[in-house]
């Protein structure tokens, strides 16, 4: 079965640090770009960052550039995202997603088509 | 980055309603957007892609239509289990970006 299940979620002070993990399984991971998005509370969803396959190529929504750095390990099937100088506006479900390429009428077309279920970041003193 | 303008921000429907939903670009992004709904404590789940094209295992009731700036998301008949959040997101460029979500709900 293909699955995401991310980890690492919690209560964290504004300034402080988190690393989010995102367990993959079901397919081959190294194959495939991945990202996270976010959804705060009462808000929509956001797209924070992505990162290509081999590690390369990671871009991020400017609103965590500097403080947040996606990475992953294939020997583990694993993505992450650190979190540094956490602010209260970064309290959010945190979600994994496959980021992959769907073909119609012979154009690749960007999606996120396997979801994790999300973990939970509180930033609050 | 593109600001993706969605409206309604909610409605209420019942079922067998046809629901319309639409997303505006703030520049041209030829037809590459998505459509995501997303229920309470579930992951988002992919519906539309290309703007029009339905992903597999999607009910035929959902259908998306445009290109360039206006986009819709149409539900012909509204089933039970499609009350949730609705969400465009443009994969035009980066930083990818979604609208502001649709919330549907019985009423």
């Known amino acids: 079965e293909v699955q995401l299940v991310e980890s690492g979620g919690g209560l964290v002070q504004p300034g402080g640090s988190l690393r989010l993990s995102c367990a993959a399984s079901?397919?081959?991971?190294?194959?495939?770009?991945m990202v996270w998005l976010r959804q705060a509370p009462g808000k929509g969803l956001e797209w924070v960052a992505n990162?290509?396959?081999?590690?390369?190529?990671?871009h991020y929504v400017d609103s965590v550039k500097g403080r947040f750095i996606i990475s992953r390990d294939n020997t583990k099937n694993s993505l992450y995202l650190q979190l540094t100088s956490l602010r209260a506006e970064d309290t959010a479900v945190y979600f994994c997603?496959?980021?992959?390429?769907?073909?119609?009428?012979?154009?690749?077309?960007?999606?996120?088509?396997?979801w994790g279920q999300g973990t939970s970041v509180t930033v609050s003193s | 980055a593109i600001q993706m303008t969605q409206f309604p921000s909610s409605l209420s429907a019942s079922v067998g309603d046809r629901v319309t939903i639409t997303c505006r670009a703030s520049?041209?992004?030829?037809?590459?957007l998505g459509w995501y709904q997303h229920k309470p404590g579930k992951a988002p789940k992919l519906l539309i892609y290309?703007?029009?094209s339905l992903q597999s295992g999607v009910p035929s009731r959902f259908s998306g239509s445009g290109s360039g700036t206006d986009f819709t998301l149409t539900i012909s008949s509204l089933q039970p289990e499609d009350f949730a959040s609705y969400y465009c997101?443009?994969?035009?460029?980066?930083?990818?970006?979604f609208g502001q979500g649709t919330k549907v709900e019985i009423k």
């Open positions: 997603a496959r980021d992959t390429n769907y073909v119609a009428d012979g154009v690749y077309y960007d999606v996120f088509d396997i």
């Open positions: 079901g397919f081959t991971f190294s194959n495939y770009w």
């Open positions: 990162i290509g396959g081999d590690g390369s190529l990671p």
């Open positions: 520049q041209g992004i030829r037809n590459d």
């Open positions: 290309a703007a029009s």
């Open positions: 997101l443009q994969d035009y460029n980066y930083p990818r970006t």
